[in-house]
């Protein structure tokens, strides 16, 4: 069974530009989450989604970052305009969420972006 | 407040050792999940154990066991027999409520574990 696919797996940019992250859950998994991970510290939740439901946004900064899940499958992450401070590894995981042991989320490979 | 707490930010143990990598988390839920996952430098979270807090057995995977104490809130990962691919980073994370709906994955800031020959 295929993983969590993410691309690009490594992105260098510089500030005010605009960048975008893709990915492909594990196929059957309803809820797909994105994470940002700063260097030496663990994930931090930015959006969950439901189908194509975003259910909690709520530590998404919306002024810069949007996402969208299109027919409840692939899902995108856009920062515009990126900011030094935006460099980190940009996660996605995904789950069956059915509660208990099926609610384990499955990560892929991560992006790592950086700003200069 | 810090839900997941990991005391240990670095290890060394030699290969074939066992090794206990601490965690302790807090919530007031009754029912939540508790996960660890392993970062090597290649960057992947790889699901490792899982524990639900009805669970009365501790988990067990492979080489993997947890021991949970759940009065004193603790969950600690025992790796066996360790091996030179342990050597990554290890986090220990919670996800409260009863059905996924209601909570989010949190993870502590992780235990760096380097496994010597």
């Known amino acids: 069974e295929a993983g969590v696919v993410q691309s690009p797996r490594y992105k260098i940019i510089e500030k005010k530009q605009p960048v975008a992250f893709w990915c492909n859950p594990i196929?059957?998994?309803?809820?797909l989450y994105w994470y940002l991970q700063n260097l030496g510290q663990g994930p931090e939740l930015l959006i969950r989604y439901e189908n194509e439901e975003a259910v909690d946004d709520s530590q998404l900064p919306k002024d810069r970052f949007s996402a969208e899940r299109l027919k409840g499958v692939d899902s995108t992450l856009k920062i515009q305009p990126a900011e030094l401070g935006d460099s980190a590894v940009y996660l996605c995981?995904?789950?069956?969420?059915?509660?208990?042991?099926?609610?384990?989320?499955?990560f892929g490979p991560g992006t790592r972006l950086t700003v200069l | 407040a810090q839900k997941i707490t990991q005391t240990q930010p670095g290890m060394f143990v030699q290969e074939k050792e066992a090794v206990t990598l601490d965690c302790t988390y807090d919530t007031s839920d009754q029912s939540y999940g508790l996960f660890w996952y392993k970062q090597p430098s290649s960057g992947e979270m790889i699901f490792l154990i899982y524990?639900?807090?009805?669970?009365?057995q501790n988990a067990t995977e492979g080489r993997y066991s947890l021991n949970f104490q759940k009065a004193r809130k603790s969950a600690n990962l025992v790796i066996s027999a360790s091996q030179l691919g342990d050597s990554a980073m290890y986090f220990c994370?919670?996800?409260?409520?009863?059905?996924?709906?209601?909570?989010?994955?949190?993870f502590g800031a992780g235990t760096q574990v380097v496994v010597t020959p």
């Open positions: 995981a995904s789950s069956l969420s059915r509660g208990g042991r099926t609610d384990t989320q499955y």
């Open positions: 196929s059957g998994h309803n809820t």
């Open positions: 994370a919670m996800r409260e409520g009863a059905t996924d709906s209601w909570g989010k994955l949190q």
């Open positions: 524990q639900g807090s009805y669970d009365e």
